[in-house]
């Protein structure tokens, strides 16, 4: 999924890079559009002027100083400035990006002014997709929980994942004559693996962000 920014806008600050891992909420990037922000401001300046205008109508008419089709032609006006105004800030707030869902970053455009295209940042889906990963008493040392492995999928097909460990087994348990341990991986979600998928894999090398 891209994330889409308004065109002519300049970026002031990205908070991610690819292949990070972001929570649903997380701030991406703030980008500069002065043209949005002065209409926004204005359409809030609008609405306020409406509102003061419809509340010194509304004491009018308690009054009997004017009609009920008056007072409903200025509450219409107040109204629309107020749609206005919120249509404005839909686009004042697509300057501050937001993570819509957990997931990594796939791709950021480079682009440092954004023209044309506004596609900026691209966001991928996390599902838990498991593997337990059997390894020797010294390789199990090597590795801690909320370390990033680089694996190779060899079942049912060959592909190239990254994931990430969630669980060692304390106890050794054996397989095919030798004594192993089991280390629980949880991968990034990939269009190819699907959960309850049956795969196998190997270890390709370890890399560990603190």
């Known amino acids: 999924m891209w994330i889409t920014v308004p065109p002519n806008s300049v970026v002031k600050k990205i908070f991610v890079y ?15 559009n002065d043209k949005i922000e002065i209409d926004y401001r ?32 200025i509450e219409i006006e107040k109204e629309k400035a107020y749609l206005e105004m919120k249509k404005k800030e839909l686009e ?14 796939l791709k950021i455009a480079k682009n440092d002014r954004l023209l044309e295209d506004n596609k900026f940042v691209k966001i991928g889906k996390i599902y838990k997709v498991f593997v337990n990963l059997f390894l020797s008493s010294q390789e199990i040392l090597m590795l801690h929980i909320g370390d990033t492995l680089e694996l190779n999928v060899v079942y049912p097909f060959p592909l190239n994942v990254k994931g990430i460990v969630i669980g060692k087994a304390l106890e050794p348990e054996e397989k095919e004559g030798k ?3 089991k280390l629980k991986i949880e991968i990034n979600k990939n ?15 370890k890399r560990r962000y603190n």
Request: charged share 35%.
């Open 18 to 32: 690819e292949g990070k891992r972001v929570k649903s909420g997380d701030t991406l990037f703030i980008l500069k």
């Open 42 to 73: 204005l359409s809030v300046l609008n609405y306020k002027e409406k509102e003061r205008k419809y509340k010194r109508y509304l004491e009018l008419y308690k009054k009997g100083n004017i009609t009920n089709e008056k007072l409903f032609d």
């Open 92 to 105: 004042y707030k697509k300057l501050v990006g937001i993570s819509p869902f957990n997931g990594f970053i």
């Open 179 to 181: 004594v192993f341990y």
């Open 191 to 205: 269009h190819k693996l699907l959960p309850g998928m049956e795969i196998e894999v190997v270890l390709r090398k």
